[in-house]
């Protein structure tokens, strides 16, 4: 298998090769070496691959974020950015049928089984948890009732986790929100989770989707490690007016397949496999690799320029 560091390197160099070609003097002042391309800040935008000769098309699909961009959307390796580039371009040229028939590595649809009716957001905001910045899902899928949540990974080397055990005694709400990593009742607090002590709904719902009651002590915490796969099934599986629907929908994440963390023995692997381990419900998170992906995509004509900008730009071949 190959190192994470070799197959970073690999994707620097796939990077800086594409950048070299597209963006000259419009690069930051950044050093080359050990960095990826990074894109002068006036010319983010054109980190989203778009069609050429349909501007109509690039316009609807440089738009396709409902919310603000991350803060390094401008660097060529930014996950939103390779996100904006593929989705956008299926909500532009309305083609969310080429992912009816792509399953998910569990064997279950990766997507759905009919595209009819199904609309597609990229940064949803969830206003449906009290949290003080609301879970943002990379792309939300919805027809109805029922909702894909999709997390979209690329050179990542873990899921994130959650943030009370990392604040530090200079933090604002260091005294009040810190952890020590297990689900008790610790300092003057009234609840095990901090995070429930502030009014955050997490606790409330997932014991219904994963096997992991509320109402007992854990060590450690059983979802500091799984934060952001919690909290992305928590997105599919909450409707609009924040009930519980364990029947609505799945968690899909999005993956590079050479990205030695998700596969055996990697970091984000071990995080998954332990997520999935207490779901209470087959199928809740699912898993898709770009390559998987962009193989369904590479059957639409009009889609042909996106699946040669993904292969050479992030080298990601269809599979």
Known sequence: MTSYKGYEEDVRQTLWSWADRHYRGKLDDGKREGRPPVLAREFASENVLVPPKNESKARDIRDALSRGRHRWFHSLKSSQSLAQSVFGAL?????????QDVYAECGQSAFFADRNGWKLCLEHEMNNLREPRPTSVDVLLSESE???AIECKFTEQEFGTCSRPRLRPSDANYAEQHCNGKYQIQRSRHERCALTEIG?????HLPHLFDRPSDQDHEPCPFGEVYQLARNALASALTPHGELDLTGGHALVVY??????????????????????????????????????????????????LVNGVREKYGIESD
């Open 91 to 99: 909500r532009a040229f309305n083609r969310l049928d080429l992912l």
């Open 146 to 148: 029922k909702r894909v």
């Open 200 to 204: 955050i709904r997490y606790w409330e």
């Open 256 to 305: 590079d397949a050479r990205n030695p963390k998700f596969q055996d023995g990697g970091k984000a692997t071990e995080q998954w496999t332990e997520a999935v381990s207490v779901c209470r419900m087959p199928g809740l998170l699912r898993r898709l690799s770009w390559q998987r992906l962009m193989a369904a995509i590479s059957r639409a004509p009009e889609l042909e320029y």
